[in-house]
């Protein structure tokens, strides 16, 4: 298909096939045709949300070597980055979520490694929630879970969680494929919103598993879907792989865009950047705490943005923000 015909299509609408989306990926990045591609999925994410972008901000409630061992993470035991669990208070917790809170998140994460205790993580989040606005919107990054722990977390005052098949899920991860999938159900029977993204994509990834995955995330009508590519943790092995650069991984977060229906509003990518909000991204992370992208216990002072600095990355690209609870999870008000 020419490049004006994918463009035509979008314009109207019209869901792509795998094939389409595998053509949209194959085009090189630094090509007439993926900056149209990038501009048509600017355009449909400023349509769709008359140019306000969001930025939701994460902590992390633990640290800890983590038996889930994905190869691209900075906690796996096995990349021997992390050799100690260390929590945070529940005052600090408090504190950090009050701290986004006044920064003017539209959506504030709680985050814990794959095998923190579930019941602590419900003791801790009511005491956040306790200590937030009621408006405020409360997601949480979590392992999989039961339907009967999704439900709790519902209780416990979450909107909504975030939530991801990764790529090579159960290959570069010890992670099960198909709990991930039943756990984005058991999150949404029990009325929670899912965020998710094409994530953690390498060099080694091809467009036909990067296209499989975006109309994976599309399929269950999730708060968000996106693109992220997986940053280097020095030493381990997946770094010989080395990196895509912002420009590829803003071309996949334009073909997510288009790949996705425009019931879907919100299109992440992370980490955030110009070109990412140039070519649709309409949401960002900011994060401090522990972070599994970073070596760095404390994020802020290494990779982690701010919810300050991610309002600039968007200023800079035209995006105005958010000034209210987040619509990608279903507030409206
Ligand atoms: S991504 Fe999650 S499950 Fe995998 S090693 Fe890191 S914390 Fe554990």
Redesign the pocket.
């Known amino acids: 298909m020419e490049i004006d015909d994918f463009i035509q299509k979008s314009r109207d609408a019209e869901p792509f096939s795998r094939e389409e989306l595998v053509e949209m990926l194959s085009f090189p990045s630094d090509s007439p045709e993926s900056y149209a591609l990038m501009a048509e999925a600017n355009r449909i994410s400023k349509e769709l949300t008359d140019n306000k972008a969001e930025i939701h901000a994460q902590f992390a409630l633990n640290l800890a070597p ?5 190869s ?6 096995k990349n021997g980055i992390f050799q100690q669990e260390t929590e945070i208070s529940v005052d600090d917790a408090v504190s950090s979520a009050q701290q986004f809170e006044q920064d003017g998140a539209n959506a504030i994460f709680i985050m814990t ?3 923190y205790s579930f019941g602590k993580f419900i003791e801790n989040s009511q005491e956040v929630r306790k200590k937030l606005r009621p408006e405020t919107t409360l997601i949480a990054n979590i ?1 999989d879970q039961s339907l009967e722990n999704a439900k709790k977390l519902k209780e416990t005052g979450f909107a909504g969680v975030y939530h991801a098949l ?1 790529l090579r899920e159960g290959i570069d ?3 099960s494929p198909e709990n991930r999938k039943t756990s984005i159900q058991n999150f949404q029977e029990a009325g929670l919103g899912v965020g998710t993204c094409v994530e953690p994509i390498g060099p080694e990834h091809t467009p036909e598993e990067i296209a499989e995955l975006i109309l994976f995330t599309g399929s269950f009508n999730p708060s968000y879907s996106g693109a992220a590519r997986r940053i280097s943790i020095p030493g381990t092995e997946m770094a010989s792989l080395g990196m895509i650069s912002e420009l590829r991984m803003s071309q996949i977060v334009a073909v997510t865009r288009i790949g996705v229906s425009r019931r879907v509003m919100g299109n992440c990518t992370h980490e955030p950047c110009t070109l990412g909000s140039l070519a649709g991204a309409n949401l960002f992370w900011a994060e401090v705490g522990a972070n ?1 992208r970073d070596v760095k216990e404390r994020t802020e002072e290494g990779r982690g943005e701010s919810v300050k600095s991610c309002r600039n990355i968007f200023n800079e690209s035209g995006w105005d923000i958010w000034g209210r609870p987040s619509r990608y999870y279903g507030h409206h008000a």
């Open positions: 983590c038996s889930g061992n994905c691209f993470c900075s906690f796996a035991k490694t794959a095998k392992g990764r991860s010890n992670l599994p």
